[in-house]
C-alpha cells in the first residue's frame, strides 16, 4: 500500500502525522511512505530523517493524495484540499464532523472513506483522542492565566495567589480527560476549583482526586452560580460525534466579571458558549461583552513536538493495521472499527448518524 503524509495546511498546525519510527515500520512490511516535503519541520523532524527511515519526500501537497491508498494527517481536510479526495482513499486523521457541515457533505460526495482519530474508541477510551484532551486540559489552564493578564483585556491576577493573596477561581465544565488536567493543573497551584460532570463514577472518581473542591452535578441553574464568581472558565465538554450542548448563553456573559476568561476547548466540536467562534494561534482570543474569548481548535499544535509524538504513539498501531488490511482491518481491530464515520460517501458510524 502506498501511505501519503501531506503537510498540514491548516494555519499555525505544526503536527505532522507520522515519525520516522513509524515510516521504518511500514517500508519494513513492504510499503511505501510519500511524505511531503518540510511536513514535519514544525514537529522538529528533517527531511532526511524521514528519508533514512525509508520515505520518499515529494515537493507536491496534491501528488500526496492523487497518488496515496492510504492518506494519515493531524487535521480534517480544508476546502483547497476538497477536490483532492477521492473514493479511492481512507483519510484517517481528525475530523470533527459536528462543527464543519460544509466538510461532511463534501467527503460524502467525494465517496471518500474516512476513519476518525477523534471516534476511535476501545473498551470505552477513545484510545487517539485521550492524550491530545490531555495535552489540550494541561495548556487551557496555562492560555486562562496569560490572557488574564490587564495587558490582553483580562482582570489582572494571578490564580495561584501569593501570600497574603488568595488565589482565583477555576470552573470547569466536563470533567473528562480535558476538565481533569485542566483541574490538575488549576489545583496543583493553588487555584480555587469547582468541576461540573453529569457521570455519577466520575463524580466520585472527581471528588476523590479533588478533595477540597467543589465537584457538582451540572445544572444550569448552579452552572450560572459558579460563573458569576470565576476567573477562568474551561469549556471541557465532549459527546463523540455531536454537538456539546450550549451552557453559557450570551446572556450569561452579563452576570460575569469582566475580565473573565472563557477557554472553550470544546470549539473543536462547535462550543459550550453561544458566544464562542473558532480562533487560531496567532489571534487566539477576542473580547465580547468585557469577557475574554480563548477559542483555538487546535490547542496542542502550539506545543508541536510533544503534540506529535503523543499522537503517534497511539495511532501507530492503526497505520500498520490499514496498511496491512486496508478497510478489512475494521473487522479485526474494534478502535479502527468504531472510527469509520463515511465509508465510500455514506455515513456509517451510529454517532454522527444522529447528527447528520
Not at 222 to 248: F, H, Q, S, T, W
Request: net charge positive; proline share 4%; glycine share 10%.
Amino acid at each position: 500500500m502506498i501511505i501519503g503524509i501531506p503537510k498540514e495546511i491548516k494555519e499555525e498546525e505544526y503536527r505532522v502525522g507520522i515519525t520516522p519510527k513509524t515510516v521504518k515500520k511500514l517500508v519494513k512490511k513492504g510499503h511505501k511512505v510519500i511524505i511531503e516535503k518540510d511536513a514535519g519541520t514544525g514537529a522538529g523532524i528533517k527531511n532526511e530523517d524521514y528519508e533514512k527511515a525509508g520515505a520518499e519526500i515529494v515537493d507536491n501537497h496534491s501528488y500526496i493524495f492523487e497518488n496515496s491508498d492510504l492518506i494519515v494527517k493531524v487535521k480534517e481536510p480544508l476546502p483547497s484540499e476538497y477536490n483532492l479526495l477521492s473514493d479511492k482513499q481512507i483519510i484517517f486523521t481528525f475530523f470533527h464532523f459536528s462543527s464543519n457541515i460544509e466538510m461532511t457533505k463534501k467527503l460524502i460526495e467525494r465517496k471518500t472513506t474516512c476513519i476518525a482519530y477523534e471516534l476511535v474508541e476501545e473498551k470505552g477510551i477513545l484510545v487517539i483522542l485521550k492524550p491530545m484532551s490531555e495535552i489540550a486540559g494541561k495548556l487551557s489552564i496555562q492560555e486562562g492565566m496569560k490572557y488574564l493578564e490587564k495587558e490582553y483585556g483580562g482582570k489582572g491576577i494571578l490564580i495561584s495567589g501569593v501570600d497574603g493573596v488568595k488565589g482565583g477561581r477555576v470552573v470547569i465544565l466536563g470533567g473528562g480527560t480535558v476538565g481533569y488536567n485542566a483541574g490538575k493543573i488549576a489545583y496543583s497551584i493553588g487555584a480555587e476549583i469547582t468541576i461540573f460532570e453529569i457521570n455519577e463514577e466520575r463524580i466520585k472518581f472527581l471528588k476523590k482526586e479533588f478533595p477540597k473542591s467543589k465537584i457538582l452535578y451540572s445544572t444550569l441553574y448552579d452552572i450560572k452560580k459558579e460563573i458569576k464568581k470565576a476567573d477562568i472558565v474551561i469549556g471541557a465538554v465532549l459527546i463523540p460525534g455531536r454537538r456539546p450542548p450550549i451552557l453559557i448563553r450570551r446572556d450569561d456573559l452579563k452576570i460575569m466579571e469582566e475580565g473573565t476568561v472563557i477557554v472553550d476547548v470544546s470549539i473543536d466540536e462547535g462550543g459550550i458558549a453561544e458566544t464562542s467562534k473558532p480562533t487560531t494561534h496567532k489571534n487566539p482570543i477576542y473580547i465580547y461583552d468585557g469577557i475574554v474569548h480563548y477559542c483555538v481548535p487546535n490547542i496542542p499544535g502550539i506545543v508541536p513536538k510533544t503534540s506529535t509524538y503523543a499522537l503517534c504513539n497511539v495511532t501507530e498501531r492503526y497505520i500498520l493495521q490499514l496498511a496491512d488490511k486496508g478497510i478489512k482491518s475494521i473487522e479485526y481491530s474494534e478502535g479502527l472499527k468504531t472510527g469509520l464515520a463515511i465509508r465510500n460517501g455514506e455515513i456509517v458510524n451510529p454517532k454522527l448518524k444522529l447528527t447528520f
